[in-house]
């Protein structure tokens, strides 16, 4: 079983910038697609950005880009230039099944899941 820690969560101001990260001991991230998902208070889950397994596709989310840049380092989603609507629990997730060259924003596609870190950014 798999089991991913998201971290880097935490109060900021607008503008400001927070990264965050997503480690599992003795497992590698090398076979799967990375994405970061979103849930607001009161709101669906939704996908923020995405990285293929071969590091060459990426796909944000529109209201994210510009701002935010995901890696395949530690499955990291570097946040810029943050606003209060970016408040939200942050979920890091794998994909097996995702093509080597292609993004999902499904949520579905993912196989494993961290358990979310709180972002929160006031105004």
């Known amino acids: 079983e798999v089991q991913l820690q998201a971290s880097g969560g935490g109060l900021v101001q607008a503008g400001g910038s927070l990264r965050l990260s997503c480690s599992a001991s003795?497992?590698?991230?090398?076979?799967?697609?990375i994405a970061w998902f979103r849930q607001a208070p009161g709101k669906e889950r939704e996908f923020v950005a995405g990285i293929s397994k071969s590091g060459r596709k990426i796909a944000y989310e529109n209201s994210v880009k510009g701002r935010f840049t995901i890696s395949r380092d530690n499955a990291d989603l570097q946040m810029n230039s943050l606003k209060p609507e970016d408040t939200a629990v942050y979920y890091c997730?794998?994909?097996?099944?995702?093509?080597?060259?292609?993004?999902?924003?499904?949520?579905?596609?993912?196989?494993?899941w961290g358990q979310g870190t709180l972002v929160t950014v006031s105004s």
């Open positions: 997730a794998l994909g097996s099944g995702i093509r080597w060259d292609s993004v999902s924003s499904r949520s579905s596609d993912y196989d494993y």
């Open positions: 003795r497992f590698t991230f090398d076979d799967y697609a």
